[in-house]
């Protein structure tokens, strides 16, 4: 975990994100791997730079102040990526901060972005939506979800690529993601379809946007969600998996079956915290057994060939679960596509973390002739 996050800052630092040293340093001063090493590392390297930013704010120094504010936004999300404690007032203090900094830098740069509630059953599902500058009238919009880990200011490498082509972006935390679960205590539901309807809605009611051409584009879990929900909406013209999965619940419990049956002083430290993170953000209680029958209904198998709109499944020749997205683009029966990236185009890692130009270029070279 910690070192496809270190690929993913990295890969962020093209944006202003991060910056390689800040990343660097705060790597070099980790304590084996410990999840309170991890979030206090990140978080005071956040505050820092926050308060650079609040400083430069005040003195008028507004380029200062919005570089400064969008890179402490990366690193307080960043502090609560690998912590599992939910239970921690640092879980949601800083995912506060996070929202703040990212707020002050959409103010004073003049990103096109501009945060949006989404309405959702009783409440609502937070994003931002983002504009393109560079869009005719009626253009089309790409519904972007994140992954388990990652939030949804972390699909920059989509959305800043969308937007530079001509086509809107709404990105959003759903049930179990970023604000979603750590402000508004939603825990991850397997019928996506039930999220992402209302998330087209208002999508689609955006001024410019063309209601014909939605896409859809899921980022690792994020990818296993919106075939399933793609599999019921009939709104979408194109939709793209990064990677693709059919049975995800069931690539997840096998390796925690193997933990199953021994006393919890032989689980691993690393191990405990995924389960109690898995259990935190399934809601349901801390053990293995509840974590396997909550993962259980995530599983595509009876969806995927019901997907009607054409459809990408992109793949990396070291994704962590080999063969996978094959699997998925096998059991498609709608128009469709697969793109494996290899060793050659240096994007063959996880949701091709830590070359996300290469694969932001691969993407749109697709999406172009279709959305």
């Not at 791997?33 to 003195?59: C, I, P, Y």
């Not at 970023?178 to 992402?196: H, I, M, S, T, Y």
């Not at 709109?309 to 997205?325: F, K, N, R, S």
Request: hydrophobic share 40%; with cysteine; proline share 5%.
């Amino acid at each position: 975990m910690t070192d496809a996050l270190a690929k993913h800052l990295l890969g962020l630092q093209q944006y202003g994100m991060t910056d390689l040293g800040e990343v660097l340093e705060v790597y070099a001063q980790l304590e084996d791997g410990t999840e309170e090493s991890w979030v206090t590392g990140w978080a005071s390297l956040a505050a820092r730079l926050q308060r650079r930013a609040e400083q430069a704010e005040a003195a008028g120094k507004l380029v200062t102040a919005s570089t400064a504010y969008l890179r402490a936004s990366t690193y307080w999300r960043a502090s609560v990526m690998y912590f599992s404690d939910a239970e921690d007032p640092r879980m949601v203090d800083n995912s506060n901060a996070t929202a703040l900094c990212y707020e002050r830098y959409l103010k004073l740069s003049g990103y096109p972005g501009r945060h949006v509630e989404i309405p959702y059953e009783d409440g609502f599902l937070p994003g931002h939506f983002y504009t393109s500058p560079v869009a005719e009238d009626n253009a089309p919009v790409l519904v972007i979800t994140p992954g388990r880990d990652t939030w949804a200011e972390d699909t920059r490498w989509i959305y800043d690529g969308a937007i530079r082509r001509g086509i809107h972006a709404l990105i959003y935390d759903g049930p179990g993601q970023g604000l979603a679960l750590r402000q508004g205590k939603l825990p991850f539901r397997p019928d996506w379809e039930n999220v992402l309807a209302p998330v087209i809605d208002f999508a689609v009611a955006q001024p410019g946007v063309d209601p014909s051409r939605v896409g859809l584009f899921g980022v690792s879990f994020g990818g296993f969600l919106t075939i399933r929900a793609a599999a019921f909406e009939r709104r979408a013209k194109v939709c793209v998996t990064d990677p693709g999965t059919v049975d995800w619940g069931g690539s997840i419990s096998g390796r925690l079956r193997m933990l199953a049956g021994l006393p919890a002083d032989r689980i691993p430290l690393q191990m405990r915290n995924l389960i109690r993170d898995y259990a935190w953000k399934h809601g349901v209680p801390n053990t293995i057994t509840d974590v396997i029958e909550a993962l259980a209904p995530y599983d595509n198998t009876e969806f995927a060939g019901r997907v009607s709109c054409e459809t990408l499944v992109m793949d990396g020749a070291e994704e962590m679960t080999p063969g996978e997205a094959r699997k998925l683009y096998d059991a498609l029966n709608c128009p469709k596509d697969y793109l494996l990236f290899d060793a050659i185009s240096t994007a063959q890692t996880h949701s091709q973390m830590g070359s996300y130009a290469t694969a932001t270029e691969s993407l749109f070279d697709w999406l172009d002739e279709r959305l």
